[in-house]
């Protein structure tokens, strides 16, 4: 999926999902903290180039802790 894609959280910047509506995208804050609602935000550079790198079902890993 490629440019912005609208989801029910907001806009996201060509997102690569994985776990239904979770996925990894650009946003234009990429704060130090946690910030999001289950995503993972990358720099806008990051997301123009990642998606050409990933293959279809590659596996995805997710460290750290839960706090909902």
Do not use: D, T
Request: aromatic share 10%; charged share 10%; with cysteine.
């Amino acid at each position: 999926m490629s440019g912005w894609h609208k989801s029910y959280l907001g806009q996201l910047y060509n997102p690569i999902f994985f776990n239904g509506g979770i996925a990894f995208h650009g946003a234009l804050s990429v704060p130090l903290h946690p910030a999001s609602h289950g995503c993972v935000r990358m720099p806008m550079n990051v997301a123009e180039e990642l998606p050409g790198l990933l293959g279809k079902g590659m596996p995805v890993h997710v460290r750290g802790r839960f706090r909902g």
